[in-house]
């Protein structure tokens, strides 16, 4: 937990969901909090797991073509069958509402690689909403998240990115759903410390603007198609993905079958947008009107890593101080004995494992047809894809001269951000997002398939929409690639800006990733390329 709390979107998140839930179990690390775990005993811990870790406290969830009842049988004999039924109270209770706003500030360490101190500091409003039974409005107020952060055509991007109070949004921003009670949280990443009040009013002025003029029947509409095509696409964990939809609503007493209902949802949902201004009303309901308000901001402070040092260090003596000359002995020989323990090897047979007996001799043979047009191969495969088209596409840039090859990554990441051909970078977002189910190029590299001393590099772009909206994807893709343009310098400087301040975040959690590029980088042409990008 030291690793992960060291990262300062973690630290944010955790230090607001405490904040904001005070009085369940949500203020709790799940992890374990460094600060707290000195003081736990082993017979504490094994008291605690003997409930919640109980099969009693389980949910069963399979999802395949077979029938349901090996499965219960296999369960039955292999875990229920060999536990005494109990009743695990691990029920999570409403959190205690507040009867007026909050905000609390604390302090992290600051970013690494030099990045400017004056712009690291962290602000987020954010709002106990709904209990997450209810199906109906938390996809309602997941909508509404997405309609108020969500693209260039959002307002808060609109009032908050674009005026250049921030880099980037903060870390959680938008509709949280993994609690008893959802929230919702908007704020900053990279703002200058003269800033924060102003994000703060700019936040609640924005709420204010939309409960007044609602939001265009054509965001409405592509944002309700993108919810659309997220649900039909199917994925080689797709059964993992429902269980994720389901789960929360469904521990917390909902029906896990109307998780998933999402036509009859969307059925209801019209029906009310028809019936008055609904997302507005849910605006004055849970934004305006809602007192369980807490603005949360976070500080860069450089002494904070030798303060933590010494905070430890200061417990850690506190805690040697009460033990006499016998108990420093067995806590010495009980961590000698658990470190022989973890460098004992493990029984893998415990696991489940793949046989080369379970693998068939034949694989599956997937027919593709191959079609030249206007001298380009193009491959056609015909798959059961929920009626969604999918393209796939990797442009030869070989040519690309040595001194511009740092910028392709960059290139790629803005290209379907910018203007292009008839539509500034607002109006191809609403394109893209009411006839696709997104537009995106990523830097490719591998190495030749016959010679691994050779790479082979391209840019790899991918786009899908729903069959009915094939002409308008090929339509948009021939725009963003015939006639785009950068000559926005300003939008250009918003999209470096936020892309410099997620590379900054990701630092702490992407060490080992950025490690390992970089030490490998001298081995081969392919393994420098990708460091390059």
Wanted: charged share 25%; with cysteine.
């Amino acid at each position: 937990m030291k690793g992960s709390l060291s990262d300062n979107s973690t630290l944010f998140c955790e230090r607001l969901t405490q904040n904001l839930y005070p009085t369940t179990t949500y203020q709790y690390n799940s992890g374990g909090d460094p600060d707290f775990i000195p003081n736990l005993t082993y017979d504490q811990l094994k008291d605690f797991y003997k409930k919640p870790y109980h099969p009693s406290n389980a949910w069963f969830l399979t999802y395949c073509d077979l029938a349901p009842q090996n499965h219960l049988k296999f369960l039955e004999e292999n875990a229920l069958s060999k536990f005494s039924s109990i009743v695990p109270n691990t029920s999570v209770g409403d959190e205690v509402r507040w009867t007026e706003p909050k905000v609390i500030q604390e302090t992290c360490p600051p970013l690494a690689l030099g990045a400017d101190l004056e712009r690291q500091t962290k602000i987020t409003v954010a709002l106990l909403l709904n209990k997450i039974s209810d199906n109906f409005e938390s996809f309602s107020l997941y909508l509404l998240s997405l309609l108020l952060t969500r693209g260039p055509n959002s307002p808060f991007y609109q009032n908050l990115i674009e005026a250049g109070l921030g880099l980037d949004y903060s870390p959680d921003t938008g509709y949280s759903a993994g609690y008893r009670e959802a929230h919702f949280s908007v704020g900053l990443s990279g703002v200058k410390e003269q800033d924060v009040e102003a994000v703060k009013e700019t936040i609640m002025e924005t709420l204010k603007q939309v409960a007044e003029e609602g939001f265009e029947e054509e965001r409405i509409e592509s944002i309700l198609h993108q919810v659309e095509i997220s649900q039909k696409t199917v994925t080689s964990d797709f059964g993992m993905q429902l269980a994720g939809r389901l789960h929360t609503s469904w521990i917390h007493g909902g029906d896990p079958v109307k998780s998933l209902q999402y036509n009859t949802t969307i059925a209801r949902l019209r029906k009310e947008m028809a019936a008055g201004p609904f997302f507005q009303n849910l605006i004055k309901k849970y934004f305006l009107s809602n007192p369980h308000k807490l603005t949360f901001i976070m500080k860069p402070d450089e002494s904070y890593p030798t303060k933590l040092k010494e905070k430890e260090e200061e417990k850690i003596k506190q805690i040697k101080s009460t033990l006499n000359q016998d108990q420093i002995s067995k806590v010495i020989e009980q961590a000698k004995e658990l470190k022989l323990r973890q460098e004992e090897k493990q029984n893998v047979s415990l696991l489940p494992t793949l046989t080369i007996s379970d693998i068939p001799r034949i694989g599956i043979n997937t027919p593709i047809i191959h079609k030249k047009i206007n001298g380009t191969t193009v491959q056609f495969l015909d798959q059961p894809t929920n009626g969604i088209t999918y393209l796939r596409a990797i442009f030869d840039i070989s040519n690309i001269p040595a001194s511009l090859q740092p910028y392709v990554p960059l290139f790629c990441s803005i290209l379907t951000d910018m203007s292009a051909g008839e539509f500034d970078n607002r109006e191809l977002s609403q394109k893209i997002e009411t006839y696709t189910g997104g537009l995106s190029m990523s830097p490719f590299v591998s190495n030749n398939h016959s010679n691994l001393d050779l790479l082979e590099d391209g840019a790899f772009f991918h786009g899908s929409c729903l069959n009915r909206n094939l002409d308008n994807m090929f339509s948009l893709i021939k725009t963003v690639f015939l006639d785009p343009k950068f000559d926005d310098l300003d939008l250009l400087k918003i999209l470096l800006s936020s892309r410099m301040s997620q590379l900054l975040e990701s630092v702490v959690d992407s060490g080992t990733k950025y490690a390992s590029c970089f030490s490998s980088a001298g081995l081969s042409d392919v393994h420098y390329r990708k460091e390059l990008w």
